[in-house]
């Protein structure tokens, strides 16, 4: 019997993110971008930005479609899936993916010092 869960979200909104992220990242619930596997791409937010600023919209290098994997540690369970970006969404994208990143400082910060580093 397995303990933990993969669970595959087909909503392709940030609208879904939104919603699920309404109070921000924590310690419970996080998300990465870009984790590309069979799931999606490693198209990361540098590389949307930079689309929209290169191209047009319906232009053949034009991408903003964008893997996500939220990791709930304490529920022992990923939920994955993809999204379309747009221009407008990418600062609320960047603050989770800043606020993920400064979890995982803390936390090596704690430990490195719990360890007398």
Wanted: net charge negative.
């Amino acid at each position: 019997m397995s303990h933990y869960k993969n669970i595959h979200i087909k909503e392709e909104s940030v609208d879904y993110l939104k919603e699920y992220f309404e109070d921000g990242v924590d310690d419970m619930n996080f998300i990465m971008f870009g984790t590309s596997g069979i799931h999606g791409t490693r198209t990361d937010l540098d590389d949307i930005e930079e689309c929209y600023e290169k191209y047009e919209e319906g232009h053949e290098d034009f991408s903003n479609y964008l893997t996500f994997l939220i990791i709930r540690p304490r529920m022992v369970s990923m939920l994955y899936g993809n999204i379309y970006v747009k221009k407008d969404e990418i600062p609320f994208l960047r603050k989770l993916e800043v606020n993920t990143a400064n979890l995982f400082k803390i936390a090596t910060c704690i430990r490195s010092s719990d360890r007398g580093v």
